[in-house]
């Protein structure tokens, strides 16, 4: 057995069956001494009946016929029943018989002086229950006066109530053990069913980490739990895989991106060191390096700022702003270039629109994004930008442009790290502008989409919440 596989009695299918037994049991036996205790009480209550209405009768007839009927008629009531079923003493208030059946049987029930005291102090009829020594009967015993000056004993044995509560006992005993055996096994099963899910998650669990990233846990249509939590393990992989992908591409980009500035750093070096013969050729291999060098750092500086602004590390710098001005004065410092290349670069926008939000963030992101306007728009263009609000009250920022356009199949992959469309290939860049765009974006509460046409132009649309995620 692997020793990653709990033992039977470490498995959650196991300990849930353990309760479930064993509450059915203890809830079973709590039932049958409920029951127990009434079917007793039951039988007590009949047999004191019994003796009671014996009483009434041996009163009645004292009062109608003299002592001597009542004590022929105890007599003969105790050989009707049996002299081993009921026995009957008539007594003085001294507590001496005068009186009785045949006694033979019962020689060793003696006579209570207490009970005797209760009654003459008119405490009523006196019930008792008596063990015999050397029989496990129990007999009941009757103290009454049947006239000022007699009191009688009336006892009756419980022979034939123990054999019904000793069978009553056996039957219950047999059917509790059935069905304790019959609860362990329905608990068991439906402890198996309820963490079934479960197990599919473990199993699941396991081959992933034995590298199969691509496998999901199987989601029933019950709608339960076990579904929940196997809809969100999926969902956690589904995310993971995703990640791993980014992760796994933007590894094979930094190296293909660090692969060049450092092959033409050491192209360089080793072309001055084997040929170099002047002061300025050694100046010049150093001014390229260092150019290359500040290229490197630009982009691992961006990835920093990329990944910190996604995570939430560095908290932004929140202020209000005016937006509106905030966007003309970014038009103002891109419209020199944008002239110089042919291109007109026109702003609307309101008087004044407040938000909250780093001022340092926004603005690189409109520079990021308008400097692709203007890069990817030939002479003759237009990159036109307008700011509004909507109903919701959430800032809404316009980036249209005439330029190359993107194509369909290259929309979703342009604000990856690193990812560069064909259009984009032959300018100068990192393909992380757009990154660094959107988490500044999404940190402020908002996002940005895009909708472009291969030839005709594309439309960034940025939209800002006035209420951001960070502070």
Not at 370 to 377: A, E, H, P, Q, S
Request: charged fraction near 25%.
């Amino acid at each position: 057995m692997s020793s990653r596989t709990p033992r039977l009695r470490n498995t959650l299918a196991f300990r849930l069956t353990l309760w479930y037994a064993g509450i059915f049991a203890v809830s079973s036996c709590i039932a049958f001494l409920l029951f127990y205790t009434l079917i007793t009480s039951v039988i007590r209550d009949r047999t004191d009946q019994e003796l009671a209405g014996q009483v009434r009768r041996f009163a009645a007839t004292l009062t109608s016929e003299g002592i001597d009927e009542v004590t022929k008629a105890a007599v003969i009531e105790a050989q009707a029943a049996g002299v081993r079923k009921v026995f009957f003493r008539l007594l003085y208030p001294t507590g001496v018989a005068f009186s009785s059946s045949n006694m033979a049987y019962w020689q060793d029930i003696a006579i209570r002086g207490s009970a005797i005291r209760q009654l003459l102090q008119g405490m009523g009829p006196v019930f008792e229950t008596v063990v015999v020594p050397g029989r496990k009967d129990e007999v009941r015993i009757l103290y009454a006066m049947l006239s000022p000056g007699i009191i009688v004993q009336v006892g009756e044995a419980m022979e034939n109530y123990s054999r019904f509560l000793d069978a009553f006992k056996g039957i219950f005993i047999a059917t509790m053990a059935f069905l304790i055996v019959l609860a362990a096994g329905v608990g068991w099963f439906m402890a198996k069913r309820a963490v079934s899910g479960v197990e599919a998650v473990t199993r699941t669990a396991r081959m992933i980490s034995a590298g199969t990233i691509e496998k999901r846990v199987p989601v029933k249509t019950r709608g339960d739990e076990i579904d929940q939590l196997a809809v969100t393990f999926n969902q956690m992989l589904d995310r993971v895989e995703t990640l791993l992908t980014e992760l796994r591409e933007m590894t094979d980009n930094i190296a293909h991106d660090l692969k060049s500035p450092v092959t033409r750093i050491r192209g360089a070096a080793e072309v001055t060191l084997t040929t170099g013969k002047s002061l300025g050729e050694y100046e010049a291999m150093a001014a390229g390096t260092i150019e290359e060098c500040d290229r490197l750092l630009d982009m691992i500086n961006t990835m920093l700022l990329i990944s910190k602004t996604e995570a939430g590390v560095d908290k932004l710098n929140v202020e209000e702003i005016d937006l509106a001005r905030t966007l003309r004065d970014a038009c103002e410092l891109f419209r020199p270039g944008a002239e110089d290349k042919g291109i007109t670069l026109s702003c609307e926008t309101p008087e004044k629109l407040q938000v909250n939000g780093d001022v340092r963030m926004i603005q690189r992101m409109l520079s990021n994004l308008l400097d692709n306007g203007i890069k990817y728009t030939p002479s003759g263009g237009s990159v036109e930008i307008s700011l509004s609000e909507n109903e919701r009250h959430l800032a809404l920022i316009s980036i249209k442009d005439t330029g190359v356009g993107i194509s369909e199949p290259e929309l979703p992959r342009i604000f990856e790290r690193f990812y560069r469309s064909d259009q984009s290939r032959s300018q100068a860049g990192m393909g992380l502008g757009l990154s660094l765009a959107r988490a500044i974006a999404r940190a402020h509460g908002g996002d940005i989409s895009v909708t472009s046409a291969l030839g005709m132009g594309s439309t960034f649309t940025i939209t800002l919440s006035t209420q951001p995620r960070r502070t």
